[in-house]
C-alpha cells in the first residue's frame, strides 16, 4: 500500500474540551500533516518536520487550505430506513407501523439488501463518517449485505440483526430461538473479520418478549466482545407501552438491566424521558446514552438533557438516527444537537461539537485506540472538511477570525458538499467514487 502525506491544516482532538478556550484538549497545525503508511497513521505534526521524516519520495495529497480531521463517527442509525427519510406526520409508534416496518420487510431480498447497503456506506462517506453503529433488519440476509458493503470499502462498522418477535409484523417477526440461533452464526461469520464488529440487536422491549430478552442475555454472556444497541425511552407512549409489558421492572431502563443488557459495550438510543434513578444506573452499568437530535425533533420526541447526564456522571454520545433523523451529515446533526441544548439553557461550544464526532463519539464504543484522533499507531480514517464550499459559507468565512469561528461554522452551515475528500484506512474514497483525484501530487513532487 503506498505511503501518503495528508497535507492541510489538522485538527485532532487528545481530550473533551472544558470550555471554548480549552487549546490544550486539542492539537491544531496551521501548516500541518499526517503521514499514512499500511493504512495507519504513521506520524502527525507541522508539514515541515513530517514531510522531513517522510522523505522526499512520499506521495502528497494536498489539500490546503482545508481541515484535516480524524473521519466522523456515528453511533446509532439504521440502514434499512435508507429510503424512509422524510416520511411525512407520524411520532414513533405510528411512524414505524406506517412506515418502517413496511420498509424493512423490503430486506428478506438480498438484492434489494445489497443495493441499499452499497448506497448506505456511500452516503456515509459523502458526509465524511467513516464508522457507524446501525441496526439491520430481521433478515440476516441484511446484515450479510451491510458488511460486505463496508467490507468492500475497509470500513469499520458495527451493526447487527434486529431480533424482534412480538408487536411487529409477522414478515418481520423472529422466534427466540431463531433470533438467538441467527444471531450467534452471524457473530461467527461476521465479528472480527477485518474491521467488521458485531452489536447484538434486540429492538427494544417492546418487540420482545422475555422469552427474546432471556436469549438476548446469553449471547451477551457468551460474547461480551460484541456490543448491544437497544432504544430507550424515546417516546412517552412507548415508555408506557414498554413498562404495561414488564409490570415487574421498576421502570423502562429497568427491564434492560434485569435482563444483563447493560454494560460498557451498551449503546441505547435516545434516553430523553429519564429519571435521575435510571440514569444513574446507565452511570453504574457504564452503559452509554445515545443523542439523536435531528431524529428527536422529526418524531417530536423531545430533548436530550446533556447536562443531567454529565451531572450524574453517566457516558454519552450523539448519532444522526437515519431514517427518522433527516440527515446523514454529522455536521447537520451537530447543528440541531446545538439548538437542543441551546433550548435547555445548556451551551455546547463548536470545539465540543467537533470532539463528539470524533473522539467523544470514539471513546463511547471504546474505539480511541483506532479511530477518533490522529497519532502514530491509528487507523487512518480521515476526513477533509472546506469551510467556504458554498457560497454563502464562503462570504461568512471572510470575516470569520478564529477556529472557533470556522468550525461553529461548519457545524451551523455545513452539510456534505463541505467533504472535500474522505479516506478509509488511508485510501481516498471520493477518487474511488470520482475519478482520480487533482490534488494528488506525484512521487518526487517537491516537499515545499
Known amino acids: 500500500m503506498t505511503d501518503v502525506l495528508i497535507r492541510g491544516r489538522v485538527l485532532t482532538f487528545v481530550r473533551e474540551p472544558e470550555g471554548i478556550d480549552d487549546t490544550r484538549a486539542y492539537r491544531y497545525y496551521e501548516d500541518g500533516a499526517v503521514l499514512v503508511a499500511n493504512g495507519k497513521v504513521a506520524d502527525v505534526g507541522s508539514y515541515a518536520d513530517v514531510a522531513r521524516q517522510a522523505g522526499s519520495s512520499v506521495r502528497i495529497a494536498d489539500h490546503r487550505p482545508n481541515l484535516v480531521l480524524p473521519g466522523l463517527i456515528d453511533t446509532h442509525l439504521h440502514f434499512p430506513q435508507t429510503q424512509a427519510i422524510a416520511s411525512y406526520g407520524a411520532q414513533l409508534l405510528e411512524w414505524l ?17 445489497a443495493l441499499i447497503a452499497g448506497r448506505f456506506m456511500d452516503e456515509l462517506l459523502s458526509n465524511g463518517t467513516t464508522t457507524a453503529v446501525a441496526y439491520c433488519s430481521v433478515h440476516p440476509e441484511s446484515v450479510d449485505a451491510f458488511f460486505t458493503a463496508a467490507e468492500e470499502r475497509n470500513m469499520l462498522m458495527i451493526g447487527g440483526k434486529v431480533m424482534m418477535d412480538r408487536n411487529a409484523p409477522e414478515a418481520l417477526r423472529d422466534t427466540p430461538g431463531q433470533g438467538f440461533d441467527e444471531t450467534k452464526h452471524l457473530i461467527g461469520k461476521w465479528h472480527g473479520r477485518g474491521r467488521a464488529h ?18 438476548s442475555r446469553a449471547l451477551v454472556a457468551e460474547h461480551p466482545d ?10 412517552k407512549d412507548e415508555i408506557a407501552f414498554a413498562t404495561s409489558l414488564y409490570p415487574e421492572a421498576k421502570d423502562y431502563t429497568d427491564i434492560y438491566a434485569r435482563y444483563g443488557l447493560l454494560g460498557r459495550k451498551t449503546l441505547l438510543g435516545h434516553c430523553i424521558h429519564m429519571s435521575d434513578r435510571e440514569i444513574s444506573v446507565l452511570a453504574e452499568t457504564s452503559a452509554v446514552g445515545v443523542f439523536c437530535p435531528t431524529s428527536n425533533l422529526f418524531l417530536g420526541s423531545g ?9 450524574l456522571g453517566a457516558r454519552h454520545a450523539v448519532a444522526t438516527d437515519v431514517g427518522a433523523g433527516t440527515s446523514f ?3 447537520e446533526t451537530m447543528d440541531e444537537a446545538y439548538k437542543v441544548l441551546h433550548l435547555q439553557g445548556q451551551r ?17 464504543l471504546d474505539l ?12 487512518a480514517d480521515i476526513a477533509i472538511l472546506d469551510s467556504r464550499a458554498k457560497p454563502a459559507m464562503e462570504l461568512r468565512m471572510r470575516v470569520a477570525s478564529s477556529l472557533a469561528e470556522e468550525l461553529f461554522v461548519l457545524q451551523t452551515m455545513g452539510d456534505d458538499r463541505c467533504v472535500a475528500e474522505v479516506y478509509v484506512a488511508g485510501q481516498p474514497m471520493k477518487q474511488r467514487r470520482e475519478g482520480p483525484a487533482k490534488h494528488l501530487a506525484p512521487k518526487n513532487a517537491e516537499l515545499a
Open 329 to 331: 451529515s454529522m455536521l
Open 226 to 235: 460484541c456490543y448491544v444497541q437497544t432504544h430507550l425511552s424515546e417516546n
Open 348 to 364: 455546547l461550544s463548536p470545539f465540543n461539537s467537533f470532539y463528539m464526532m470524533t473522539l467523544g463519539n470514539a471513546r463511547a
Open 368 to 379: 480511541e485506540h483506532r479511530i477518533g484522533s490522529l497519532y502514530a499507531g491509528a487507523d
Open 198 to 215: 458485531y452489536a447484538i440487536s434486540p429492538r427494544f422491549a417492546i418487540t420482545s418478549t422475555p422469552e427474546q430478552m432471556e436469549m
Open 303 to 311: 430533548l436530550f438533557d446533556r447536562d443531567r447526564f454529565d451531572k
Open 97 to 113: 407501523n406506517t412506515y418502517i416496518f413496511v420498509e424493512e420487510q423490503k430486506f428478506k431480498e438480498p438484492q434489494h439488501a
